[in-house]
């Protein structure tokens, strides 16, 4: 089944009978309950959990990942309490809080080595080792994950240094406050000691290059790639005027204020699109077109018009819909993509289903669903392989070989974007949102300072 998405041809946005929510509720809730249960499986007694328990370079524990998976599994608690299933959500909230503990605690092992490379200058190349930031994905011990098929400590690693790591992480903290109505006092001590200096880290990194979302273009910087740091020192701030607004108000200009996070989305924008990469302090690399990855920046990460520029969201939205999406339920990551022959990917498919959701426009946000459980419900993929962009690619073709011809399943953040999408546009159609778009008037007193 093929779906127009076509930004000019989207269908406008309908006031929504009563039934719709409780039919979406109906169609959902076995695949919600089946999914939620997986994920509370995968998890371990200290909070790990594999990014794929079928797919060997996938054992480690990745804290992006992760830290996504913890916020839809707080999501699903708030959406059971709804529902007055309290002890259920219980479950979900306990379970989620693991995983939120052991990357606490990732952290907090290295912060010392953090405080180090903020003070280490750009230029010097100890900013760019792994050594110098929180590996993206460590093992049962909190350190890098190393074993005999993926020996990353040989290689230059640049690759696992990920800018959204705790930016997602801080996140999944107040995805946590605000299932519970507040932070346990350990969280609360962890903030206390560490807020100021993950704040100015997220500073730092905000300036430099890395890997993007899907670790690849490592000497670019990425619209995501910021716009998450953008979207975790804003739920850095919330979480500070509930739990210490004495350390906001002491350090807003010097970790929390935006504005350079904002001036460096900006430089991405050129004739109303923001492309998806660019050399630091360049325009953008406009041969480069967009990435179906930016969808997180309006969608989960809260960029709009007002950050970054009148219409930028829409133009930029349209272009992902004709050259990424081109009338398919799922998008390509990029034109160039060459990452397993060059997919289309389940986790941005359904990114962009809370997107539509959002948008009011509920009608495609549930025809992409249902393609998902359709067809990928018996085993999550983290992408399907339909006309490779890139068929004689060396890499896919070895990446499919070694996974019996095809590409990653099982894959546990598959699982989890399939509930928030679920979830996200259930409570859409019921007229309100579980975690998106924080309202930051909360904010205001310390922005008036």
Do not use: C
């Amino acid at each position: 089944m093929i779906m127009t998405l076509i930004h000019e041809k989207r269908i406008e946005k309908t006031s929504h009978s009563l039934s719709m929510p409780e039919n979406l509720h109906s169609k959902y809730m076995p695949f919600l309950e089946r999914f939620g249960k997986h994920l509370l499986n995968e998890i371990g007694t200290n909070g790990y959990i594999q990014a794929s328990s079928r797919y060997s370079p996938y054992k480690p524990h990745w804290i992006r990942d992760s830290s996504f998976i913890a916020i839809s599994l707080f999501n699903i608690a708030r959406f059971l309490r709804d529902a007055d299933k309290e002890s259920e959500a219980k479950k979900y909230i306990e379970a989620a809080s693991r995983i939120n503990t052991f990357n606490m605690n990732v952290i907090e092992r290295r912060i010392e080595r953090i405080k180090q490379t903020i003070q280490i200058p750009y230029e010097d190349e100890r900013h760019y080792l792994l050594d110098s930031h929180i590996p993206a994905r460590v093992g049962p011990s909190m350190d890098l994950f190393v074993d005999k098929n993926l020996n990353d400590i040989t290689s230059y690693n640049k690759w696992l240094i990920q800018h959204d790591t705790v930016p997602l992480f801080i996140m999944s903290l107040e995805s946590e406050r605000l299932a519970l109505g507040t932070l346990t006092n350990i969280r609360k001590q962890f903030l206390d000691s560490n807020a100021v200096t993950l704040g100015r880290y997220l500073n730092k990194i905000a300036l430099t290059p890395s890997s993007n979302a899907w670790e690849m273009e490592t000497d670019f910087m990425h619209p995501y790639t910021t716009s998450a740091i953008y979207a975790g020192k804003r739920s850095l701030a919330r979480l500070l005027v509930k739990e210490n607004p004495r350390l906001l108000g002491e350090h807003w200009e010097g970790f929390i204020d935006n504005t350079p996070i904002i001036e460096m989305l900006r430089l991405d924008v050129n004739n109303g699109v923001a492309y998806r990469r660019r050399k630091p302090f360049s325009d953008p690399d406009t041969n480069a077109g967009v990435d179906s990855e930016e969808i997180f920046m309006f969608s989960r990460f809260g960029i709009s018009d007002l950050d970054i520029g009148a219409g930028v969201k829409d133009k930029t939205i349209a272009l992902i819909e004709k050259d990424l999406f081109s009338g398919h339920m799922l998008p390509l990551r990029n034109l160039n993509d060459v990452y397993f022959l060059g997919g289309r990917w389940l986790l941005l498919g359904l990114e962009y289903a809370r997107y539509l959701a959002f948008d009011g426009d509920l009608e495609n946000a549930s025809e992409i669903i249902s393609y998902v459980l359709g067809k990928h419900s018996s085993s999550m993929p983290e992408q399907e392989i339909i006309n490779p962009a890139n068929p004689e690619s060396r890499e896919g073709a070895i990446d499919l070989q070694r996974n019996n011809g095809l590409p990653i399943q099982h894959l546990n953040w598959s699982y989890a974007a399939a509930t928030e999408a679920m979830l996200s546009t259930i409570n859409a159609a019921r007229g309100h949102f579980l975690v998106d778009h924080h309202d930051s008037s909360i904010l205001d007193d310390i922005l008036r300072k």
